[in-house]
């Protein structure tokens, strides 16, 4: 916690100084963020950095594994659900990104079976990209399954993303954009899901 | 789109050169983050910009106003429980984090009703605060309410995280702690929750 | 009349079929334009047409001259001020456009009196411009002091945006961009007020 | 901004050719449009799209809501007013329509209060309705509230267009008619004010 108190104090004395204008704009007028963000809880993966965005500009939402439930409204709790229909109807954003990345623990757990420690809720949240492992088991090479897991889960979260009908609405007119984006935490390359269905390094320069 | 191009080509630019080896080692051994944190979607209050954190420090899970359900496992998804059993039994962090923030949107739409947009899902979640809610209505002034009922929500997600049993058991013997913070979008100024139950400004120096 | 009905009809024949699902959506989710414009209310000047925008693309705000008033808040009916705070505060639009035209019977008027016969509120409306009229008087030539005037007209709006405390609050941290265009009727040219403060054509390919 | 430069690009590709002497006539003669429309900035209402109108057809006059205030000749800046002195007085139009539109915002902000971001200017103008939500309130049905509110609200701007000396002298003579008409955003329906004072669909075909 000194850590975090003391990376407050960065915070502070670093950055405020010059976005302190940029907060008050923010807090007087409210926020208008154009994209929003479906990416991972992993500790490695920070979209704003990634990114490089100013604050008010992505609108995020993280969980494990970057899972986008099928659309569902019932009596249950659907928070990644409710963030979207938070960023995609309230706020109107004009492009919406599933972000996964490599060595991806949740993605990893879809493939070899959740950690015995984690049997309460993880096991049945990533069960929910079981069509993504399956796809995926088609490749014998371990390290290129795990790639290939990561790459169907953002696709099936993609697909999922268009049985909400206010997404595939406004992507149907044109109102809104998908996009699918691989972070590969060791080269620090950024992949973009191409319309032909593949994914391609977005040239870093 | 363009504009978040560009900014992974900053990202590259600027901050790839001296992280890469920072990357390298967590692609190579794992994650190893101390601290969770539950926050807010909203796009003017990024953990790692105000905890100044670097790759690697803190797993984190990102819903609207930074709610957490009581815990009951069953057949349905619960993402936000799903992260926290990753964070906490298997990435077996030390601190667990709850921040809130003020000008919340999904707060707003607790005191004031989901917007007519946000009927399929975010009326639902944001019930889950229902009882913040009701604390927080003894406020006459709106601004104080608004205000209270974010404190409010920040205590029901610490109170709701104490009924997950393996979350109990380690704050019972020392492994977890459980904080909450508040951080004002207006003044950047970051709250804690004391341990007299009340917020006090982090000295900002 | 019958010919404005016919339009409907030929309207409805060919554009509505494969604009319906975009204004069903438009319907159901709510407009999100980008971008708003203060345009002349000439019958030359189309800003959609111009800019071939699709609906749902453009606020548009039209009055004579494309005038802004500067920022003054009180009794009186404030159309072109109740449609800015409109498009910035409750839109949140990103780019604000005063576009301007050649041969504009506005201007004229600012130069060289308003016809006798709109002596009720076009004087008073195009009095607004008097500076931008001070500015141009240094021509002589008459075809190039109308065109100057024009774009000090442009310029002046600009100016007097920047007096509303909302718009400039947003322009200074980089949430909404101001831009000066004039559309030259004649040739179908597109100029575009620079950083420089001058006007230059944009590439028409 | 890129968006609406490669419209421009377009117009001048797909559109100039074929109407690039209509403009020089128009820029050598002068416009001499026989219809003026009051319309709403909404950005999903273009008169010149409802009927297919080609450049030079229509002089257009667009706020929130589509309003006309009452004459009254004064110190004030008057843009609408201004706008429909030029239209009629210098331009001669014959005819004037107001055209109001399904699910209008000026009318929401009407019947339930200006957004808290609106309260500058919007509150201001579009008081200048009081009227129409009073007549309107009378409906129990919310939906049937809004429409009656939209069309109650062309009533009384064509009310407000007879207050003016120069407009009802020329609509005693026969110089000049006015018309209300309402378009539905969702179904494309044109709807005409009969002298009957009701509004009827205009048959597509």
Redesign the interface.
């Known amino acids: 916690?000194d850590?975090?108190?003391q990376?407050?104090?960065?915070?502070?004395?670093?950055?405020?100084p010059e976005r302190?204008?940029?907060?008050?704009?923010?807090?007087?007028?409210?926020?208008?963020?154009?994209?929003m963000v479906v990416s991972c809880?992993?500790?490695?993966?920070?979209p704003?950095?990634?990114?490089?965005?100013?604050?008010?500009?992505?609108?995020?939402?993280?969980?494990?594994a970057n899972?986008v439930?099928p659309y569902g409204?019932d009596?249950?709790?659907?928070?990644?659900?409710?963030?979207?229909?938070?960023?995609v109807?309230?706020l109107?954003v004009?492009?919406l990104?599933v972000m996964g990345h490599?060595?991806c623990?949740?993605v990893t757990a879809l493939l070899h079976g959740a950690?015995a420690?984690?049997s309460?809720?993880?096991a049945?949240?990533?069960g929910?990209a079981a069509r993504a492992r399956t796809r995926a088991m088609v490749c014998d090479d371990p390290v290129e399954r795990q790639l290939q897991a990561e790459y169907e889960t953002i696709r099936l979260s993609l697909e999922n993303l268009m049985t909400f009908p206010?997404i595939a609405?406004?992507v149907?007119?044109?109102?809104l954009?998908l996009?699918g984006f691989h972070f590969d935490?060791?080269s620090?390359t950024?992949s973009h899901l191409g319309s032909d269905g593949r994914f391609q390094p977005?040239p870093?320069?």
């Open positions: 916690m850590r975090l108190l990376g407050y104090r960065r915070f502070r004395r670093d950055q405020w302190r204008r940029l907060f008050e704009v923010l807090a007087d007028h409210g926020q208008q963020p154009r994209a809880a992993d500790s490695r993966v920070d704003a950095m990634i990114f490089d965005a100013r604050p008010g500009e992505l609108f995020v939402v993280r969980n494990v899972l439930p409204p009596a249950a709790y659907h928070g990644t659900s409710a963030a979207l229909e938070f960023g109807r309230v109107k004009s492009d990104i490599g060595l623990g949740g950690p420690a984690a309460d809720f993880v049945a949240w990533i929910l206010w609405d406004r149907e007119v044109g109102l954009s996009h935490i060791r620090g950024l977005v870093p320069a």
